[in-house]
């Protein structure tokens, strides 16, 4: 008796979202002085982004690069900037149950000016959108009522220096939105 050959495999596109832990919101500069922070950056900042240390989220060649485009917007000034690390979870271990619904508490109890999402894994965990970056990058995002800027990851732009100048000009616009909303409000 012959026996039936083995069923294919599934197919895979390569666009499943890795298994991802989602770490506490922390304070990036909590040591920043509230009456020396520059009028402008609004009541706060959350960045979602995959981090290879998330218990020290400006460590590393990535971390130092972040750490350096906030200091170029004038956030490291600001006792409010706050980073929700997302980590590929090991084998093994649990992954976080509901990203999107942790990220709008973490909103609604932080209340940000801005939420920057860096990277494309950060912005399919958060935003729950599959498009691929660019297309991402160029639209307004709203997250928990919250407005939204995605822009490429720190450990992308150390591999692909020519996206740099992008993703200034994504903070740039984000930076412009702050304002703008502070403004009118």
Known sequence: SRSAPPAPAPATTGTATPALRLHPAQALYPTAD??????GLGRGWLIVAESMTPAEPLGGDAGRLLDNMLRAMQLHRHPRVFMAALERSAPGTE???DIPATLADT???LQPA???VLGHVAARAALGRTEPLGRLRAGPHVLAGCPAVVTYDPAFLLRSQDNKAAAWADLCRALAMVRSAEAQG
Do not use: D, Y
Not at 34 to 39: L, M, R
């Open 34 to 39: 509230p009456a020396q922070t520059p009028a």
């Open 95 to 97: 992954a976080s149950a």
């Open 107 to 109: 909103v609604a109890h």
């Open 114 to 116: 801005m939420v920057l």
